[in-house]
């Protein structure tokens, strides 16, 4: 659960919840009045210019759709369409509230959940597994007992090398080719509040971690191996 996200939204209607008492009184109608909430909620509905920024999705609000229903309905009603029609503005206008708190919401979580550091997506070193996926896994590698002490010497690092792209994709000999992350790390959790879910594999001396997510992989590489039987050749 991404825990930030969640507040944003949550500030973001404590600010509409004010417009509506400072509107309601200027009208003189009452903000109990269930009408005025229904009339913003139609009004949050408009036609979205979608577009990815930042590995994130932004919707802005071009055309206020919401409005023109409402319009449609009230406006042959005497007095109804004036009554309201600012609460159907504020709904529309709220897409961009929501769309700022969203926007300034981005630095803090990055602040908070950096993608350069491996405990953002592994927060329970103690708790983690090591499993073979891969034939080429040795038996006896897998113990993590080095995990929790290693854990803040990963650092990120380059995914692809040039040994590994050769081994991998000119190797003649199908057989002689070894998987290299032959183990999942199972039963971890991602920093709380991050809302991260994640694979992460090891690699076969025990030395690097990649972190695959829903959006990008993110590879981290120490200096020691964090289980048994890894070495640095294999």
Excluded: C
């Excluded at 491996?118 to 329970?124: F, G, W």
């Excluded at 007992?145 to 990120?156: V, Y």
């Excluded at 030395?207 to 990008?216: A, D, E, F, I, R």
């Amino acid at each position: 659960m991404d825990i930030l996200h969640y507040i944003t939204i949550l500030l973001s209607w404590l600010i509409i919840f004010v417009f509506i008492l400072k509107i309601a009184k200027k009208k003189e109608i009452s903000w109990k009045n269930w009408r005025l909430y229904v009339v913003l909620l139609l009004g949050l509905f408009s036609i979205d210019y979608t577009f990815s920024f930042l590995e994130r999705k932004i919707s802005i609000a071009i055309f206020p759709l919401g409005m023109w229903i409402l319009y449609i309905f009230l406006h042959k009603k005497e007095g109804a369409w004036l009554k309201y029609r600012t609460f159907a503005w504020l709904g529309f206008w709220s897409n961009y509230l929501f769309l700022m708190t969203y926007l300034f919401s981005w630095p803090i979580y990055y602040l908070l959940y950096p993608s350069e550091d491996l405990a953002t997506y592994l927060s329970n070193p103690e708790e983690v597994r090591v499993i073979a996926i891969h034939p080429t896994a040795k038996e006896q590698s897998k113990e993590t007992g080095a995990l929790k002490k290693e854990l803040p010497e990963f650092k990120r690092d380059e995914f692809f090398t040039v040994e590994w792209y050769n081994e991998t994709y000119f190797n003649s000999d199908s057989t002689k080719a070894k998987e290299r992350f032959p183990y999942l790390l199972v039963d971890h959790k991602s920093k709380w509040g991050s809302g991260i879910e994640s694979t992460i594999y090891l690699e076969k001396d025990g030395k690097g971690v990649l972190v695959s997510t829903s959006k990008n992989q993110y590879y981290f590489r120490s200096d020691h191996s964090i289980i048994k039987g890894g070495s640095n050749d294999e």
